[in-house]
């Protein structure tokens, strides 16, 4: 992925104001910034799903989109979704599906429904449907919310995992403390794109 000269605005609120950003090829990489940064629009613009002002995004491959707060249909469950997915992806199995929820700790949910799940467990629903088609970039906004100690560290061990198999992956944080876990880091901030993180000396 391969971003150039981003810029968005909100009314007379400009968020980004010419964002560069090379995505390289089996990297583990993050974007951490104080809350309000802009770092959600940032990805919405990666992931398509808003617009840029000006600039370009080019893409290359599959890529799967966890966004922060997670868009499940609370009258279905976990295994329900599933099947959403494998049909909207068009996958022939959901073998990757299933080796996910294993890692994530999901599995025992698969029969409930959304809204009945608790907020860390909808958010490995989140992660899971994000990955089940095996993407080659993986965009993930705040991936880990909610999830307890163990899920955490089962999370950066698969984000590991993908990213020496060859994976693209962004982690956007407005944590700082994660950043020895990964190869790149930037931080955003006053709409700018820069190496280091946050507390950098």
């Known amino acids: ?77 976990v295994r329900q979704h599933l099947r959403l997915f494998e049909k909207a992806f068009r996958l022939t199995h959901l073998r990757h599906a299933e080796e ?35 993407p080659r970039v993986l965009l993930l906004d705040e991936p880990y919310q909610g999830f307890d100690w163990d899920t955490y560290r089962r999370f950066w061990e698969l984000a590991a995992h993908l990213r020496d198999t060859g994976r693209s992956i962004l982690v956007v944080s407005h944590l700082a403390y994660d950043t020895d876990r990964l190869d790149e880091v930037w931080t955003l901030s006053d709409g700018l794109l820069r190496p280091g993180p946050v507390n950098a000396p």
């Not at 629009?41 to 995004?57: H, N, S």
Request: proline letters at 2%; charged letters at 25%.
């Open 100 to 134: 996910i929820m294993s890692v994530l700790g999901l599995t025992a949910h698969v029969d409930e429904r959304a809204g009945e799940l608790s907020g860390g467990t909808r958010q490995k629903l989140n992660l899971t449907l994000a990955l089940m088609h095996d």
């Open 1 to 77: 992925m391969e971003v150039r000269d981003v810029r968005h605005s909100y009314r007379r609120r400009t968020v980004l104001r010419g964002v560069d950003l090379r995505l390289r090829g089996g990297v583990l990489a993050g974007i951490v910034g104080e809350n309000g940064a802009g770092k959600t629009t940032l990805l919405k613009i990666l992931a398509g799903e808003i617009r840029p002002e000006y600039g370009t995004v080019h893409r290359s491959g599959r890529f799967g989109y966890c966004p922060q707060h997670a868009v499940l249909n609370d009258a279905l469950t």
